[in-house]
């Protein structure tokens, strides 16, 4: 089985700045796309970042030219730089590891962490 552990989250004030990171762990062969997506109270989950295996990223409108996502593919985990943050920031950040392929396995599956919450407040 493939587990995500989201860390990093908390409260900061506008302007600030926070690291998420993501490890995921099991037995785990490859994973093709890392990425962060964000629930804010009362909205539905929509994509922060990307990054592929081979280091392609994507990036949501609202926070290209402020987040950064990296990724170690030898740790299988996933980091999400986050600059000038604003309170409209406000959500709970969700891992998602896809194309995850156990040693020995062919076919990959999805993966979600369970979150963890940033708070931009002042």
């Known amino acids: 089985q493939v587990q995500l552990v989201e860390s990093g989250g908390g409260l900061v004030q506008p302007g600030g700045s926070l690291t998420l990171s993501c490890a995921a762990s099991g037995r785990i062969g490859s994973i093709n796309t890392m990425g962060w997506y964000r629930r804010a109270p009362g909205d539905q989950r929509e994509l922060v970042a990307g990054i592929t295996s081979g280091g392609t990223t994507n990036y949501g409108d609202s926070v290209k030219g402020r987040f950064t996502i990296s990724r170690d593919n030898d740790k299988n985990t996933v980091y999400l730089q986050m600059n000038s943050l604003k309170p409209e920031d406000t959500a709970v950040y969700y891992c998602?590891?896809?194309?995850?392929?156990?040693?020995?396995?062919?076919?990959?599956?999805?993966?979600w962490g369970k979150g963890t919450l940033v708070t931009v407040s002042s």
């Open positions: 998602k590891a896809e194309g995850v392929r156990l040693v020995g396995h062919l076919v990959g599956l999805n993966y």
